[in-house]
């Protein structure tokens, strides 16, 4: 479980094909520490296991299932990855409950400046418009943010300086794919209000 509050942006230094899997090794600095073997870490809001810890490194190997239902898949060398530890239960909720079960792809279709505000349109794929509301919550990479418009399949969010800063959304361009995660809370509310009036 995840908060969607996203630490840092670690630097994806190799992505090796093995046998029964693909090999992601993550420069990091913040995320590293009191990091176990074991551990879930949201990577671009994808929950993975740590599967080996170096020197200022992570290592995390994804299936090809992973791959093929989220933007890991194009995530090359070199480029950049939200990172986040997972919730401790000591600790404060930032931002909402994030499962690091993605949902699905969608696409940039708007990243631009008006004034002061910078505006960031999504188109999300066919079928998960129900669980969107105006002020409702989504995880976008990883990063817990608030649904300022929604017109059928496409989604308006404002983004603040410091998701800018901290996060890799400022290197992301028009047609780019970013994991989704809808509210969790919407998911199960929709199976037992459907459950109820079967």
């Known amino acids: ?22 090999r992601y090794r ?8 009191g990091v176990s073997l074991g551990d879930s870490v949201a ?18 190997d994804v299936l090809e299932e992973t791959r093929r239902l989220t933007n890991l898949r194009d995530i090359a060398v070199g480029r950049s990855v939200n990172l986040e530890r997972s919730l401790r239960f000591d600790g404060r909720v930032g931002g909402h409950f994030v499962s690091g079960h ?13 004034g002061k505000d910078v505006i960031l349109e999504i188109e999300i794929p066919d079928g998960f418009e129900k669980y ?8 976008i990479d990883g990063m817990s943010l608030t649904v300022a418009k929604v017109e059928d399949r496409l989604i308006t969010i404002w983004l603040i300086p410091h998701t800018l ?15 989704l995660e809808f509210d969790l809370i919407a998911k ?10 079967a």
Do not use: H, P
């Open 43 to 60: 990577v671009n809001g994808c929950c993975l296991t740590v599967v080996e810890i170096g020197e200022g490194v992570l290592s995390f």
């Open 165 to 179: 800063e901290v996060t890799t959304i400022g290197e992301r361009s028009e047609g780019d794919s970013v994991n």
């Open 1 to 22: 479980m995840f908060t969607g509050i996203v630490e840092e942006k670690g630097r994806v230094l190799s992505c090796e094909e093995r046998a029964g899997s693909w």
């Open 102 to 114: 993605i949902d699905g792809v969608g696409e940039i279709k708007t990243l631009r400046t008006e």
């Open 132 to 139: 969107l509301v105006y002020k409702g919550c989504i995880a």
């Open 188 to 197: 199960y509310t929709e199976k037992i209000v459907a459950q109820r009036n």
């Open 26 to 33: 993550v420069g990091v600095e913040v995320v590293g520490a």
